[in-house]
């Protein structure tokens, strides 16, 4: 019977799996094709950098929103919307006339996305009640990123140079299908045993804050960082941020549970989460742009030298898995921080005649990095929390993950964008990329400390404590 048992947790974290594969291979097949797709519509950098922060942008502002609705109205009803929803988007991407229309569908895409990501790590949570099989469980979570790392670079290389830059939209369309028969028939439903109340204003709030400071980051360069226009988006962002913290520290169950960043932990990894993203959306903007304009390879080509990322990470996740539920997640964040800061110095001495055996072990480290980095940011948002919290846990993880994607992309593309010369805009960004990942070492050490333990403890027993009340 336990082993059965097993089975079916085990089976429901395949379709699961399988349903957030689309999710997290459209990033990497987009980055791909993104030179075509400029080429093919006439884009600008500034084009190019909200094709893909359009899309990382809504996930940012509505997975929490997700993630709570999915705690209320029910984690498998949510999870099926989202998927119908993101191939909506596909085909609407695949039939884009102009840059415009594209980036609208990509929003399309982006709401559906939304609705998986959160919801399916809630089901994890729920499933998978041992700490030391949900962090394993965990572990496999995180190697679909890598596994999707392999297998978009390359799917999108072959599907941009054998029939064009739409086709990468069209092969999201079968694997939805797939994850809908799957999940209505073998996913349980759940929700928590006592629903939370909408927050319509503080998901305005989060909507403005992030929508006005990542539209000055992008646009700045292009407006002039001085115009009114700029400093209003950032004058609109402050506002948002203070009106936002001061209106969810009054409501007893708001949409962005401050009291979690009680947790040194808890904090430490979402902040993590933000700097190592930004690095990783980096990486995936930049490295097709240098590889197929400065050094003149294809699509295909291009998504074949990111092969040793993908693997590397597939490897490294699940392995990160056993040691987080074994040694803590000190080992992995320490290893994760180091190898990446490492590969971004080594990148911004890149130029038109390093070898390209160079640049393919510099990935691989980056993706060893990568790797490393997911499980025990994950486990960390998740565990000690009550399972009534874990959407909003698992939605907080995954919002500071999609943030950090947004701004790396926002920032490297600014970057790039000013240089006169695009090897300085590039050696510019890794440089940036470097300074976040050493703050992944400050914090992996801060963040897993005794007194950061005690501190986790205290905020986790507050929660179990807390009485069930009305929302105020």
């Known amino acids: 019977m336990g082993v059965d048992t097993a089975r079916r947790r085990f089976g429901v974290l395949a379709i699961l799996c399988s349903s957030i594969l689309v999710v997290a291979m459209d990033n990497t097949i987009v980055n791909v094709a993104l030179p075509a797709i400029r080429s093919d519509l006439g884009a600008s950098i500034s084009g190019l950098q909200w094709t893909v922060d359009a899309y990382t942008l809504v996930l940012a502002c509505f997975l929490m929103l997700a993630g709570a609705t999915g705690d209320r109205l029910g984690r498998k009803r949510i999870l099926l919307t989202g998927l119908v929803l993101f191939g909506l ?37 729920n499933v998978f009640t041992d700490p030391g099989e949900r962090a394993r469980a965990i572990g496999v979570w995180g190697s679909i ?9 390359v799917l999108g290389g072959v599907l941009t140079e054998g029939i064009g830059w739409r086709a990468i939209f069209w092969v999201n369309v079968p694997v939805v299908l797939a994850a809908l028969v799957l999940t209505a028939r073998y996913v349980p439903e759940s929700r928590a045993a006592r629903s939370r109340r909408p927050d319509p204003v503080g998901q305005a709030l989060v909507v403005v804050l992030l929508g006005s400071v990542v539209t000055a980051v992008i646009e700045g360069q292009r407006l002039g960082w001085g115009s009114p226009f700029i400093l209003g988006l950032f004058g609109i962002g402050v506002v948002a941020l203070i009106g936002l913290i001061r209106w969810e520290i009054r409501r007893r169950e708001p949409l962005i549970e401050l009291r979690f960043f009680r947790s040194a932990p808890f904090s430490s990894a979402t902040v993590s989460a933000v700097c190592g993203l930004a690095a990783f959306g980096t990486f995936l903007f930049l490295s097709p742009l240098y590889l197929q304009e400065v050094r003149g390879l294809s699509a295909l080509q291009s998504g074949l030298m990111l092969l040793p990322t993908a693997v590397a990470a597939t490897i490294c996740a699940p392995l990160s898995g056993r040691i987080v539920a074994a040694r803590g997640a000190r080992i992995p964040l320490l290893a994760a921080g180091f190898s990446m800061t490492a590969v971004a110095i080594v990148l911004t001495t890149a130029s038109v005649t390093t070898p390209l055996w160079v640049l393919a072990v510099a990935y691989g480290v980056f993706g060893l990095g990568f790797g490393l980095l997911n499980p025990p ?18 939605a907080v993880a995954s919002t500071s993950r999609q943030v950090g994607q947004t701004l790396g992309v926002a920032i490297a593309g600014t970057i790039l964008a000013a240089a006169a010369v695009p090897l300085v805009g590039y050696a510019a960004a890794w440089w940036a990329v470097a300074g976040g990942t050493t703050l992944i070492i400050v914090l992996a050490i801060a963040g897993t400390t005794a007194w950061a333990k005690a501190g986790a403890d205290r905020v986790a027993r507050r929660f179990a404590d807390e009485p069930a009340g009305e929302p105020v």
């Not at 415009?100 to 994890?124: D, E, F, K, T, Y």
């Not at 940011?377 to 698992?394: C, D, F, H, K, R």
């Open 145 to 153: 990123v890598g596994i999707s790392l392999g297998v978009g670079p």
């Open 89 to 125: 988007g596909s085909l609407l991407c695949s039939l884009a006339p102009s840059i415009g229309w594209l980036v609208a569908a990509r929003i399309v895409q982006a709401l559906g996305g939304a609705m998986l990501n959160p919801v399916a790590m809630s089901i994890i949570t």
């Open 377 to 394: 940011i994950t486990n960390a948002a998740v565990s000690g929390m009550p399972l009534s919290q874990a959407g909003v846990a698992a």
